[in-house]
């Protein structure tokens, strides 16, 4: 099993910064994945940005330039560095952390915080 919690978010103002931080503890798997989703009602939850630990980044068109995924593997934790906020990026944010083992893929979800951008 895998714990993530999450912190970071809040209210901000349109033009502004939040910082997301999430943090995995349990079992840790050496092929992994830590993905960013976020969701607003009514809609399905969408990927935000992506940092696996043997790859590169990905992120969606729509914050591209904006926000920056980064890890730091020491403390099993990922964070996601929101700029330039606009209202649209309104949301509850969730950390997801994905492992795999064996052909087996686990996946984990943090408790969503929520981001709300005001105009």
Known sequence: QVQLVESGGGLVQAGGSVRRSCVASGRIYS?????????TPGKLRELVALIPSFGSTNYTDYVKGRFTISRDDAKNAVYLQMDSLKPEDTA????QYTGYSEGITYQYWGQGTQVTVSS
Do not use: G, I, K, P
């Open 31 to 39: 092929l992994n994945v830590f993905l960013w989703y976020r969701q």
């Open 92 to 95: 509850v944010y969730y950390c």
